[in-house]
């Protein structure tokens, strides 16, 4: 996560960003950003960074629990023998791909 939040300072900031917000929301913004000793837009490019970060993250990691895991586990290290579908799907794929 630390990478993702990494400062780069040979790429030059090209992109913009807008967004409306409340007064309400600026004023909350506008807080947290003088606790933490940075300015509203560091603050709240930081912030929107480490939550896109985190939604990718929770996306891209697969959580199973129990059952379910050993269930994938046994799955995994003892998959069943291809039936005919998958042996046909097979021939196509290295058909396609000239294998």
């Known amino acids: ?7 780069h300072p040979r790429s030059r900031k090209q ?12 004023r909350l913004i506008e807080r947290a950003a003088e606790l933490r000793g940075t300015t509203i837009t560091e603050f709240v490019v930081v912030s929107a960074q480490q939550a896109a970060a985190d939604t990718i993250k929770d996306f891209e990691t697969l959580t199973i629990r129990d059952e379910a895991r050993e269930a ?7 998959p069943p023998a291809p039936n005919q579908v998958a042996r046909a799907a097979a021939a196509r794929y290295r058909a396609q791909m000239g294998l």
């Open 72 to 78: 994938f586990i046994r799955a995994v290290l003892n």
């Open 15 to 26: 992109e913009r960003l807008e967004a409306r917000v409340t007064p309400d929301q600026k």
């Open 1 to 7: 996560m630390a990478q993702a939040l990494r400062r």
